[in-house]
Structure formats: structure tokens, C-alpha cells
């Protein structure tokens, strides 16, 4: 069996249990984890239905022929394809079975708002809870594309340790780490580099500068690669020339927070409780307050998928799941330090997937 069908019947046994007869997903991604056809419609409808009875049908513009699709039908999904300015929305509303539908939570209002309208009584609910749960557990496959992103993202994070040993502006070291994504074969970066001097670090999204690091300063490096189709992200903080003793305690303290963080990773344990046992940490510590997100992010096809490692989240920890631990501390007009790992949920406790050191590195120039 196909992988696309095997998540698909995965899913319609979800849908089963929760009483959906059908499913109406819109997220290109989602699209993408189901058929493996990806594209980016614009305005325009792109749309894949899956009930419980008939085989999925993919609805597209025609001027997005899916080139893999050799054949009406094939990997049992039917392609349903469409002019501009044809009432592509009566179709799908014929297509409905009866009961609840799910609604993909990106979809565009106004074409729900059409769905509506030919389908007064429609029962619609958030469809994409299930699609989120499916995509949160990663398969071989994945599991192999998110590793060998990681390993990749770990070799452009050792290249960039050396690069800084020439005294780069933010931006140098930005378009450096930009241009070694496209030298290895990425798609691209999964998402914007962060690359931040001193007090710039205090910024957990720091936008680039023209700024060149000074000594003393501490250096926070976020960056993550697109590749074959599948998101890396990790973060390093670095000092330049030297470190202040006061640095240096805010960064041991992070890094406890992240090292006992991965630590307490294991399928049953919830999410909440990863987040207290860094939280408590720094709390204890005195910085709690200077400690201004959760923890970490689920990630996948992209960067930030659906779930989160925070105090909010009480879900329980399963395998296959893969997410980051980033623990921070940022110090207004002096500093940012922030170290962030991607880990993967096994059986019986967890994998970290990026393997550059995480003791304090003193960056000498060149």
C-alpha cells in the first residue's frame, strides 16, 4: 500500500470514530502529506475531500496540472480539475455524504461562506484537529527526511561557527548561512536566519543588522533549512573574544534547562510537565520573567506545525512526535542567550536529532 493511502485510511479511521463523514482540506501541506502533490493556488480553490464511502477527490485549477498523476484515479484519488469562473463550489457540495463535515481551519471564509450557501444546513465542524494529530506523529519516512535535515542544518551550524571568527555584520552572516542552504542542495530556509549581536540577542526574533560583533558579546544563531520537502531548526549562542562570568552563569543555567528538559522526555509524560521542570530552573534561578515563551514548537513540513511544549498543553507525550527545546533567557540592553534542539519521541524516551556541542564556544577572530 502507497504511503498517501495508508495516511488516508489512517485518517478515515479517525473520522469514523468521531462520527465525520466528511473532510475538507485546504492547507497546501496537508495536500501535500495526503497525495504528495503540492502547489500554491493563490486565490483559487484547491481542495481535497475525503468522506467515509468514496475514493478522495482532489479539486484543482486546470492551470495547476498535477504532473505526477499520470491517470485519472491514480493512487485511488480522483482528480476533479476547473476552469476559471465555473461553479466549482456546487460541485463539491453535491459531493458531500451526509452528517458532520470537517472544515480545514486555513480554508478561506468566502469559499465556506459559498459551501453555505448551497448547503444551508450543512454541520460543520474543525476537521483540522484530526489532519494535525496524524501529522504530528511522524512516520519511517519523515522520521528519515527530518534526520538527515538535521544532520545537514548541524554542518551549516559548525560552518557558520567559523565564518563569525571573521567579525561578519548580521547581515554577512545571514547571507552566508543563505547561500550554504542553497549550496547543499536545499529548497530553501525554513525559515528567516537569526543571527544576533549582544543586545540584539534580547530580541527573540531579531531582524538582522549591519552590526559586527564586539568583544564580550554573545552571538544567537537560529537557523533551519528546507529539505527534501521536511523543516530543520536549531539554536547556538556563542560569545565573541570573551565572556563575562555573569554570561556565562545565564548560559549554564539555560543549558541545565534544556539538557533536563530532554531529559524527562518519554511517551505518557505531558508536554505542561517538560515545560515546568526548564521553567522551574530559571525560576528558581531568578530569571523566570526574562524567560518569554514556551519551551518549544512541533515541527514537520514546516518550521511551526500544529502542538507546542508549554504549560498549556496538557496532551501526553507519544512516539514518533518530533519537536524543539528552547529554553531562553534575554536580558533587555545586554544580552540574549537561547539553545534549542530538536528531539524525537522513541518508545521508551527520546533522540535528539542535532548534535553540535552545547558547552559554551568563545569565538576567536581570525
Known amino acids: 500500500m502507497k504511503l498517501e493511502t495508508q495516511r488516508i485510511s489512517k485518517l478515515q479511521t479517525l473520522m469514523a470514530k468521531n462520527n465525520l463523514s466528511n473532510l475538507l482540506i485546504s492547507d497546501p501541506k496537508s495536500i501535500r502529506y495526503f497525495t504528495q502533490y503540492e502547489t500554491d493556488p493563490g486565490e483559487r480553490l484547491l481542495l481535497l475531500h475525503i468522506s467515509q464511502n468514496e475514493p478522495a477527490r482532489l479539486y484543482l485549477n486546470q492551470l495547476f496540472p498535477p504532473a505526477q498523476f499520470a491517470k485519472e484515479d491514480a493512487n485511488n484519488i480522483h482528480i476533479n480539475t476547473y476552469r476559471d469562473g465555473e461553479p466549482i463550489i456546487k460541485q463539491v457540495a453535491t459531493s458531500l455524504e451526509d452528517g458532520v463535515t470537517g472544515i480545514d481551519k486555513f480554508w478561506p471564509s468566502h469559499f465556506l461562506l459559498q459551501l453555505l450557501e448551497e448547503q444551508p444546513h450543512l454541520h460543520v465542524v474543525n476537521g483540522s484537529i484530526f489532519v494535525d494529530d496524524l501529522r504530528g506523529i511522524k512516520d519511517k519516512d519523515e522520521i528519515e527526511r527530518m534526520k538527515q535535515a538535521s544532520h545537514l542544518n548541524d554542518q551549516i ?25 542553497q549550496e547543499t542542495g536545499h529548497q530553501g530556509p525554513s525559515f528567516e536566519p537569526i543571527v544576533a549581536y549582544g543586545a540584539n540577542g534580547a530580541d527573540p526574533h ?13 552571538i544567537v544563531v537560529d537557523i533551519g533549512g528546507l529539505y527534501n520537502g521536511y523543516a530543520s531548526d536549531m539554536t547556538r549562542t556563542f560569545f565573541y573574544q570573551e565572556a563575562s562570568q555573569e554570561s556565562l552563569q545565564i548560559y549554564h543555567l539555560v543549558q541545565k534547562a534544556n539538557e533536563a528538559a530532554i531529559q524527562s522526555i518519554r511517551p505518557g509524560v505531558t508536554f505542561a510537565e517538560i515545560d515546568r521542570i526548564a521553567r522551574d530552573i530559571i525560576s528558581e534561578a531568578g530569571y523566570g520573567e526574562f524567560f518569554t515563551h514556551r519551551l518549544g514548537h512541533f ?21 514518533g512526535q518530533i519537536f524543539s527545546i528552547e529554553p531562553g533567557i534575554y536580558l533587555l540592553g545586554k544580552l540574549g542567550v537561547r539553545i534549542e534542539d530538536l528531539v524525537l519521541v522513541t518508545e521508551d524516551g527520546v533522540e535528539v536529532l542535532n548534535h553540535v556541542s552545547k558547552e559554551p564556544i568563545i569565538i576567536d577572530p581570525a
Not at 159 to 172: A, C, K, M, R, S
Open 206 to 218: 531579531h531582524t538582522v543588522s549591519q552590526q559586527t560583533p564586539q568583544a564580550g558579546d554573545s
Open 299 to 319: 515541527i514537520g513540513q514546516e518550521a511551526h506545525e500544529a502542538g507546542d511544549v508549554s504549560e498549556h498543553n496538557h496532551r501526553t507525550v507519544q512516539a
Open 157 to 181: 551550524m559548525q560552518e557558520t561557527i567559523d565564518f563569525l571568527q571573521q567579525g561578519p555584520t548580521e547581515v554577512e552572516a545571514r547571507n552566508f548561512i543563505l547561500q550554504r542552504y
